[in-house]
């Protein structure tokens, strides 16, 4: 059983959840992460809907994950350590456009990462 407080949980992020004011907000601090790769994903840019969000990154616009399968297709991005309650956190920042899934990364390392609802 977790507490909450140690790092366990992988999100593989490749938008806003990497600004630093965005991780201030929503962790309470910065996270360090490594660059990694998902393939059989495409990125695309979705009005985000929600005015706190878009002031807190800056963006009205947001990139968004569609599955594809396609081995070519592949989204650039950085690796997350967090806690369970951090990733709680991250939750509630996403709006309903998204939502949270399992995939493996192109390093083997299995994430969680924000896909279109």
Known sequence: M????????????YGTLQLPDVQLDTFGRLLE?????????????????????????G????????????????VFGRVLRLTADELDAADEYEVALYRRAAVTLASGLRAWVYVAA
Do not use: M, N, Y
């Open 2 to 13: 977790s507490d909450g407080s140690g790092p366990e949980e992988c999100l593989f992020s």
């Open 33 to 57: 992460g490594a660059e990694d790769t998902l393939p059989g994903f495409r990125l695309e840019w979705t009005d985000v809907g929600d005015e706190r969000v878009a002031q807190l990154s």
């Open 59 to 74: 963006l009205d616009k947001h990139p968004i994950l569609r599955r594809t399968d396609d081995p070519r297709d592949r």
